[in-house]
Structures are given as C-alpha cells and as structure tokens.
C-alpha cells in the first residue's frame, strides 16, 4: 500500500521558519491534508487539500504539493508550535485507504 | 455542533476482543458524505488508520489489521462500533474515533486509552 515518509524531527528557533515535508510516489497527484498534534491532545486539521488553511489557523501555516513532495512552511515559529506534524492521503479506489506519514516532532528551540 | 465520544473497556486481556464504541452528535452517521473512522496511535508512535464506515455500512479496513478487524453500526443511536480480536500488547494503543469528509480528517473525538495486558 502507499507510503508518506516524514522527517523524524525538526529544529528552528523562535521566529524563524519552519519546514516539514512528506514524500510519496507522485504525491502531487493526490490530495495533502497535515495535521498538527500536541501532547495528550487529539490531531488537529492545520492545513487540507494541499494549501487550504481551516478557519482559526494562524496565516503563519501554509501548504504546497507538487511531484514527490508536499510541504508544511511555518513561518515565524511560536514557541506553541511545538508539536507532531503528519500529512495524509486519501486512496479513494474500490477499497479505500486513509494513509499516514510517520510524523515530524518539530522542537522550537 | 459535531462531537465525537469514545467508550469501551480501558484494559482488555491477550487473546480477547477489544470493543469500542464511538457516539457521534450533531450528524447523521447514515449520510453519504461522510465516513467514520477508527485511528490509534500505540505510546510514543504515530497515528495508524485502523477501519473506516460509510453509510453505516460498508466497511474498509487497514491491510495490516484486516484479518482482526470488524466495524459496524447502530445508527438509530448514531453509534458506530469497532472489534479487534486476538489483542497482543501491539495492540495497546490510544484509539480515536473520527469523521472523515472527502478523506479529511476533519473531527475528532477525545480517544482513549486501551491497554493490553493480563
């Protein structure tokens, strides 16, 4: 079945940018969604369908796909950006499939 | 307002069933639009798809948990139940149940913890 492979971790100091990225086999023909998680705490949608932000999400998060890769950009890192990032696809054939990555720890140094 | 609720035994014993429950609020579990969906994550991995429902009634299931999996659903409750049988200690995960709209993961419940172990 399909594969996301995801960066383990991720390091960035307080303002700078962040970036996380996911790869598959042409990923740029499916559709991205990342989601953001917190310790003890549920995932939460930050980014759906390659690059479309959810209500309350902060501008500073954005997505892009293309090719093999898809990208989350943070920019201007908060330290509350500390979190597990997981993108995820859908294979929506006769036996459908809901695919994750592995995850990225981002760390805010 | 959409809420999702998890419910079932916390501890569950090697070889046994586990059995959850998720009580959806605010939308019908019957509506083609949606699917609902079982995701775990065992202590300190990543989340893993387990099972996803659609229209109450069709099933899909992770390759990987296919053989011990089975989702079903009371939809005059707006529950909707997972099983997983012959549980190892792998198996010892937070479970989250989840609507999914277009594969979108767009709602969760809370989760809860299910430990295997005798």
């Known amino acids: 079945s399909y594969v996301l492979t995801q960066s383990p971790s991720v390091s960035v100091a307080p303002g700078k940018t962040a970036t996380i990225t996911c790869g598959g086999d042409?990923?740029?023909?499916?559709?991205v969604h990342w989601y953001q998680q917190k310790p003890g705490q549920a995932p939460v949608v930050v980014i759906d369908?390659?690059?479309n932000r959810p209500a309350g999400i902060p501008e500073r998060f954005s997505g892009s796909n293309s090719g093999d890769t898809a990208t989350l950009t943070i920019n201007r890192v908060e330290v509350g950006d500390e979190a597990d990032y997981y993108c995820?696809?859908?294979?929506?054939?006769?036996?459908?499939?809901?695919?994750f990555g592995g995850g990225t720890k981002l760390t805010v140094l | 307002q959409l809420q999702l609720q998890e419910s079932g035994p916390r501890l569950v014993k090697p070889s046994e069933t586990l059995s959850l429950t998720c009580t959806v609020s605010?939308?019908?579990?019957?509506?083609?639009?949606?699917?609902w969906a079982w995701i775990r994550q065992s202590p300190g991995k990543g989340l893993e798809w387990v099972g996803s429902?659609?229209?109450?009634?069709?099933?899909y299931y992770s390759p990987s948990l296919r053989s011990r999996v089975a989702m079903s659903a009371v939809t005059s409750k707006k529950q909707f139940s997972l099983r997983l049988s012959s549980v190892t200690a792998a198996d010892t995960a937070v479970y989250y149940c989840?609507?999914?709209?277009?594969?979108?993961?767009?709602?969760w419940g809370q989760g809860v913890l299910v430990t295997v172990s005798s």
């Open positions: 989840a609507r999914s709209y277009g594969g979108l993961l767009d709602s």
């Open positions: 605010g939308v019908s579990i019957t509506s083609s639009t949606y699917h």
């Open positions: 429902l659609h229209r109450g009634e069709t099933t």
């Open positions: 042409n990923l740029g023909h499916y559709s």
């Open positions: 369908h390659d690059n």
């Open positions: 995820q696809v859908w294979e929506s054939g006769s036996d459908r499939l809901w695919v």
